[in-house]
């Protein structure tokens, strides 16, 4: 989970696959936190995307660092905790302009039954569950 998280906070920017209906959705995304042992990510209630993962919760996430890319399958679970949106916000501070952890927008999915596969052009792919 560690390399996970590590490979998508060098990234930057990686793309979240949900659905609506029978049509993917995907979109840039830059949120990835460590959280009382599981990863999380964070989105407003307002957004459609968030519609989208409480009606079907299963995502995809896929990064690309330049050499290796990374597509994570996981199940996006809703943690209406403050505390997880506090530890979110204060990972990253320019998002306070716009959320606040008791704002009632704020939202943040520990992701669960994770499966991670790192692929490049020059190895093997390398698959990591957790």
């Known amino acids: 989970m560690n390399e996970v998280y590590e490979f998508l906070k060098k990234c930057g920017t990686y793309y979240l696959a949900t659905v609506e209906g029978d049509q993917p959705r995907v979109r840039a995304f830059g949120t990835i936190d460590l959280f009382e042992g599981k990863l999380y990510i964070q989105t407003g209630k307002v957004k459609e995307v968030s519609k989208q993962m409480m009606a079907n919760p299963k995502i995809e996430i896929c990064a690309f ?4 890319w990374l597509r994570l399958a996981a199940k996006a679970v809703e943690d209406d905790r403050y ?48």
């Not at 660092?65 to 290796?68: A, P, R, W």
């Open 83 to 130: 505390e997880a949106r506090k530890h979110m916000l204060e990972a990253y501070p320019s998002l306070q302009k716009m959320y606040q952890p008791y704002d009632g927008n704020t939202q943040v999915f520990a992701l669960e039954d994770c499966k991670a596969v790192f692929s490049s052009f020059t190895e093997e792919p390398r698959t990591v569950e957790f």
């Open 65 to 68: 660092d330049g050499n290796t």
